[in-house]
């Protein structure tokens, strides 16, 4: 028991957590501003997929990490923006567009990876590059603080970051005020002259560009390759974060590290012969329950409120 | 009405047409040469070579293309309907849930642990022909709804969104499931984690043993008979429909939405819990997979090419598994890798549920219809569809 304890409260320990955390935390915060609008992205998965294997790809073929970055957040915006132009224009279901573009995320990195490597399961023959840590100068000298501070990967602190800036823009600039508007009741924007659709569409593509990020960092950070299917679900991990976090940007990074840590928990708890299974699933079983109290809350307080409301909606979203 | 279904019908056709459009573009680029010869020259060999790709990809499954001409493909043919089994079964659950105009993500897990636990009564129950199959097969729709009814108690009752709890369930169930085969069904023999072989009798018959042509396609079809039966000649079918249609007026109506929201999504969770065990039952005899074979996620686009009518279903499943034989024999032959399926079913989903698609197209034809019967008297254009 002592050991398990050590396992866990090590520094190591916290680094590995905030490492596992980055992704799903930049998914999460696009989940955020996508949900605001009322379009839920649940593309992300693909999105970061996608941008994962762009990165490899472009910094493996031309060398250069910048274009690699802005290749990879390019992409990923783009198919943000192809599953707002079928949903808001086109006038897809946006739940089966995003299921689609899935698919072609999953399948479609495969084929391209074969095609241009020659190998289907890894990019292991692409001499592709990483994105850099960032020691802090003085912060990284200090005992314990700095093993906590610095050192992380860059897009780590972008991440970190974003939590406040994407808290700002949604409740302090008046674009965020035209996306809550418009996610809470999209009639009355549009009757006080905003666009519903442009606005969702502008929404939705950040929620792109900041899944993307995530995806760079899975496959030019995290590991130096892409491998098929890489993301491994975490698409999904973030969309659970933003449903434990709410609308809030601080709660959704509370939700995403709850995640990312117990994830990092799950790797400590294999030496101890707990199934490998059990503490894997244990994030999801987590969401689960939580969802069902917070449900549970709502409907009890809008029964105290009214007591005849009994519709079940079919999909509000 | 029957203006609106032909030109479902011809959506459908043009997004299947600009798939396979794409599809060959993609094949051309990638079948251009590397090789150092005249631009013209390399055109030509790409021209000829994604020609020859598309010629597996079409008729594959069917043809078996020899030196001497074609012949039929029986193991194409054979594959071609083993593999529509379980998508048919995934498909009719999952139209079945989007007929009430609910979520179903979680065809996936409900069929891999309905399969997990069914695989358990496969290897120990004795085998008695058909009674043991029955049992396995029952088991596994009993998982399955039993596994559903989290999601649909957490819709009906607490109004949690059943999409992001369907996709978590997901997961706990592939863990779930790799966990029973591990720990409690391995064949400690083999080399890879599979689980025992089941009872010899207990498989399902096979109508051709080299190619192991199984029962499973009637077992589907059967499925397919009965839950059309279901919903659209009974009460309850009826319900469900009112739900998908119109929830408001179906509670002014007294009917309990929230006991239908709950019965539809257990109901379909029976009907996916077997989608896996009967192709484990016909085709591989254990348990064999690490990775989630998908069946749920195909359940939800051949749902969506079906406009959620079981009697399509079959139909949309077939289509599926043709264009997937098909690529798997081009992957065979060329280097094209058959993962391009993937990207043609993308389109053809995004084609083929876009509403707008097409509607001035379809608005103009309308109204042209329309402003020809008012007047009746402007000659009609040559090949003109009236």
Known sequence: MNEMFQGILSWDFIASGIRVTTPILLAALGALIAESAGTPNIALEGIMLISAFIGVIVSGFTGSLWLAIIFGVIVGTLMAAILAYFALKLKTDIILAAIALNIFASGGTIFFLAMLTGDKGSSASVNSLLIPNVTIPIIDKIPILGDILSGHHSITYVAIVLIFVVQYMMYKTPLGLRIRAVG????????????????????????????????????????????????????????????????????????????????????SLQIFDIPYE???????????????????????????????????????? | MKADKRFTLYRIGIS?????????????????????????????????????????????????????????????????????????????AVSMVFTAKQFNIGA???????????????????????????????????????????????????????MVTSLMLNYVAFFMGLFIIKTFLRDTEAGSLVSLEFQQQTMLPLLNERYRWHIGIFIALGMTVLVWFIMKKTTWGYKVKLIGDNIKFAEYSGINSSKMVFQVQVAAGAVAGSAGIIELLGYHGRFLWLYSPGYGWDGIIIATLARNNPLFVPLAALFLSYIRVGAKIMGRYTNIAPEIVAI???????????????????????????????TNDTPVQVGEVR
């Open chain 2, 108 to 162: 996936e897990g409900q069929m891999f642990l309905g399969a997990a636990v069914a695989t358990a009564v496969a290897i120990y129950f004795p085998g008695i022909p058909f009674i043991s199959t029955l049992l396995v097969i029952l088991t596994a729709m009993a998982v399955g709804a039993g596994f559903a009814s989290i999601p649909g108690f957490m819709k009906a009752k607490l109004k949690a969104s059943e």
């Open chain 1, 184 to 267: 809470e009741n999209p009639d009355a924007a549009e009757s006080v002259g905003i666009s519903v659709v442009k606005t969702r569409f502008i929404a939705l593509m950040l929620s792109g560009f900041l899944a993307s990020l995530g995806g760079l960092f899975l496959s030019m950070g995290y590991v130096s390759w892409f491998a098929r299917d890489m993301t491994a679900g975490r698409g999904w991990i973030a969309l659970a974060a933003q449903a434990l976090g709410g609308l809030n940007a601080f709660g959704v990074a509370a939700g995403s590290f709850l995640f990312g840590f117990t994830e990092a928990v799950s790797y």
């Open chain 2, 344 to 374: 043609l079913q993308a389109v053809i989903i995004l084609l083929v549920t876009a509403e707008a698609f097409l509607a001035k197209w379809k608005q103009r034809s309308i109204n042209k219809e329309a402003t020809q019967s008012e």
């Open chain 1, 278 to 317: 059990f503490t894997q699933s244990l994030p999801f079983i987590i969401t689960i329950i939580v969802l069902g109290i917070y449900a549970w809350r709502k409907v009890k307080a809008s029964g105290k409120l009214n007591v005849s409301n009994s519709s079940v909606g079919p999909t509000e979203k």
């Open chain 2, 16 to 92: 299947v047409g600009i798939a396979l459009l794409i599809g060959y573009i993609i094949v051309f680029i990638a079948s251009v040469p590397s090789t150092d010869i005249a631009f013209m020259k390399k055109m030509k060999e790409a021209f000829d070579s994604a020609n020859e790709a598309y010629k597996y990809f079409l008729t594959g499954a069917l043809v078996r293309w020899r030196f001497t001409g074609a012949a039929f493909n029986q193991s194409g043919f054979i594959q071609w309907i083993n593999e529509a089994v379980p998508i048919i079964i995934t498909g009719l």
